[in-house]
């Protein structure tokens, strides 16, 4: 039996039609097992994890059979409790696989700690400036009798004296004590020059 004669025999085409029905028979069989091992069609709403503790979190995240990784501390934000989540990575409302890592950005539990840097003798100005710009607040102002005006003597948190190089945690409200310029000398001498003359 030569070739041509093989594939016009009944033969050909039933070994032919039995190939195809296995070839079909083992794509359909691999694309189930690919969806059971992959979980196609498993999905699971991420729940909203904001201003939760980690405990709450891990909690939150074991009963919706997902992970959860702590990627970083940002900022101390007050209108977040601390230790608590700001972000998450996916989003909540997002639909994910079962296990999926969640990845979480806490709250660290306070402001960081900033040095004072030594700003004595120098302008209200420059104090002002460069203490803002560093992350403290400005309070009050209090005068005493001394040759600078407007010049910085010292620092105060609440009737407390600190110096340079003591640490706080940033947007503290510092007090600034200021020189008078002998502002009310000044002024007294004034009034004396001026009761001579007249």
Request: charged share 25%; glycine share 6%; aromatic share 8%.
């Amino acid at each position: 039996m030569n070739l041509f004669t093989y594939l016009k025999s009944k033969e050909f085409l039933r070994t032919l039609i039995t190939v195809v029905v296995i070839v079909i028979i083992l794509i359909f069989g691999l694309t189930k097992w690919l969806d059971y091992f992959t979980k196609h069609d498993e999905k699971i709403k991420v729940p909203n994890l904001e201003k939760l503790s980690l405990v709450d979190t891990e909690n939150a995240l074991n009963l919706a059979n997902l992970n959860y990784v702590v990627i970083d501390s940002a900022s101390f934000n007050p209108k977040f409790p601390p230790n608590s989540v700001i972000e998450q990575n996916p989003m909540a409302g997002d639909f994910v696989k079962e296990n999926r890592k969640i990845y979480l950005t806490l709250n660290p539990s306070g402001y960081r700690k900033i040095t004072i840097p030594n700003i004595l003798d120098q302008t209200k100005r420059q104090v002002v400036i460069q203490l803002k710009s560093i992350g403290f607040r400005i309070g009050k102002e209090r005068y005493i009798p001394d040759l600078g005006k407007d010049v910085v003597r010292g620092m105060e948190i609440k009737g407390l004296e600190i110096k340079p190089g003591d640490e706080l945690p940033k947007n503290t409200l510092i007090d600034l004590v200021l020189g008078d310029g002998f502002e009310d000398r000044k002024k007294d001498s004034i009034l004396i020059i001026d009761t001579i003359i007249n």
